[in-house]
């Protein structure tokens, strides 16, 4: 039987961070009910259709899934189980903010099969969190992963950012170090991004925000991959470390090409060769299903040329990189004969390196990977 993963979109948020341009909405809490129901509409009509793959990664991601009343996220655990063919083996993780979490939440998460966590802390540091408009302190992050522990979760992930506004070199060191010492087995870390339409961005642009300058912010990033891999947290993708055999396997089946099924709105999915998007917006999402229409507004079949493109690059942002066998297999091609010019003129510049069988980023790559992934794009 095939594998199969799937990813559950809970677009809720107590309120949005001033950064966020995620499909998530605030003050919507009347819809909860009703979308629980589509999503387990939906996943009786895909379980019939995908009856012959095993799930073995589920993913409920968001949006702020822990604000979802238990006794929701208990039926959309039921409705999985009972529509999918789940392995035993699965590995089942679930968002959480760590404003939003109580030790009996857990607790009953843990009962209904979930058994991995993934809080968005964000930083240790309140004047930084309030910055950014999170709706939890510093020390609301160290109660939920003790909770989480009390639990009995084993797996727990925390997601940190760097280059805050207001956040210095010393400052980001000092929340590494706060990181490892709550001792998850995963740490994801992202560099700030001013996305368009957000109040920071807004912000930044009426001159009112004061980043890290560039120097620091590499600084940080140098730190980072430096620090974390020497306190057991070895680097498996560009921005994700992780204890060894216990990175995130949901993820790892983005970047290998597995496919994957999106439940809900505004989630996407792989399937057969094809990227498809479910419609964003909650009550169209709620609508489609209970119409009897299809939640997909987004299809698309990609070219040879962008499959390998996408491939590649998916690839290269892991750590073990992308192996030459598998990609001849799967596109019928040569990869030094199709793409030699450009694997040599990166390797030239220090961005990858192979031993002939496998192709991966050097630790200069890893820094600059848009280079990189820019020049495999077809035309
Ligand atoms: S909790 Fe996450 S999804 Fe929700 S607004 Fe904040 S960053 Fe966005």
Request: with cysteine; charged share 15%; net charge negative.
């Amino acid at each position: 039987m095939s594998k199969l993963g799937l990813y559950v979109h809970i677009p809720f948020c107590r309120q949005k961070c001033l950064y966020c341009d995620f499909s998530s909405y605030q003050g919507v809490e009347h819809l909860f009910a009703a979308y629980t129901a589509a999503l387990c509409q939906q996943i009786a009509e895909q379980g019939g259709v995908l009856c012959k793959s095993v799930v073995d990664t589920i993913y409920i991601g968001g949006g702020t899934p822990s604000l979802l009343p238990v006794q929701l996220l208990e039926q959309i655990m039921s409705s999985l189980y009972a529509n999918f063919h789940v392995s035993n083996e699965a590995e089942i993780s679930m968002e959480a903010n760590p404003g939003t979490v109580t030790r009996a939440q857990l607790s009953a998460l843990k009962a209904a099969g979930i058994n991995r966590l993934s809080f968005g802390v964000q930083s240790f540091n309140n004047e930084l969190l309030a910055g950014l408009g999170r709706i939890h302190q510093a020390t609301d992050s160290l109660t939920a992963i003790e909770y989480a522990y009390a639990a009995g979760f084993n797996n727990i992930s925390i997601d940190l950012m760097y280059g805050l506004p207001g956040q210095t070199f010393e400052g980001f060191a000092w929340e590494l170090e706060q990181a490892v010492a709550v001792n998850t087995s995963h740490i994801s870390v992202y560099g700030l991004k001013l996305e368009e339409g957000t109040p920071l961005a807004a912000a930044y642009d009426r001159g009112l925000l004061k980043l890290p300058d560039e120097a620091t912010e590499e600084a940080m990033y140098d730190h980072m991959v430096d620090f974390l891999p020497g306190r057991g947290l070895l680097r498996y993708e560009i921005s994700n470390f992780a204890r060894p055999g216990l990175e995130c396997r949901h993820n790892l089946k983005y970047w290998q090409y597995q496919p994957y099924l999106g439940i809900g709105a505004a989630a996407h999915s792989f399937l057969n060769g094809e990227r498809l998007s479910n419609v964003t917006g909650i009550p169209e999402y709620i609508s489609a299903i209970f119409e009897g229409c299809s939640p997909v507004v987004m299809r698309e079949t990609l070219t040879n040329d962008q499959s390998m493109a996408e491939y590649i690059f998916l690839a290269l942002r892991t750590s073990q990189g992308l192996t030459v066998a598998n990609f001849s297999q799967l596109f019928c091609v040569d990869f030094f004969r199709h793409f030699g010019n450009i694997f040599e003129k990166l390797q030239r510049q220090d961005l990858v390196e192979t031993d002939s069988r496998r192709i991966w980023l050097t630790d200069r790559g890893m820094k600059f990977g848009n280079i990189v992934f820019s020049s495999f794009l077809p035309d």
